[in-house]
Nanobody, 119 residues
């Protein structure tokens, strides 16, 4: 059973920064992992993914502002967020799969960490 524990959420003013962390119970180096978010009344959307080879993808709305990375020694997935906007307000989820590729989707999910951006 894969367990994912997010942390680092909070409240910040527009233009500010936050770094989310996701501690995994399994190795992070060989598998696809990602960050997703869900705002009230909206569907969950992909924010960023990083595959087993370190390749990254970002949604267009966060590209250039957010950076996804992994510390494989610590088994932690990060999401560095800067230039935050009120529309970034959402519950952010960490996700993972046993596969190295991201194209088949993610199977394991954390409980989420809330990010609130005020104008």
């Amino acid at each position: 059973q894969v367990q994912l524990l997010e942390s680092g959420g909070g409240s910040v003013q527009a233009g500010g920064s936050l770094r989310l962390s996701c501690l995994a119970s399994v190795s992070t180096d060989i598998r696809c992992m990602g960050w997703f978010r869900q705002a009230p009344g909206k569907e969950r959307e992909k924010v960023a993914t990083i595959d087993g080879l370190g390749g990254t993808t970002y949604s267009e709305v966060v590209k250039g502002r957010f950076t996804i990375s992994k510390d494989n020694a610590k088994k932690i997935l990060y999401l560095q967020m800067s230039g935050l906007k009120p529309e970034d307000t959402a519950l952010y989820y960490c996700a993972a799969t046993w596969r190295g590729e991201c194209i088949y989707g993610l199977d394991y999910w954390g409980q989420g960490t809330q990010v609130t951006v005020s104008s």
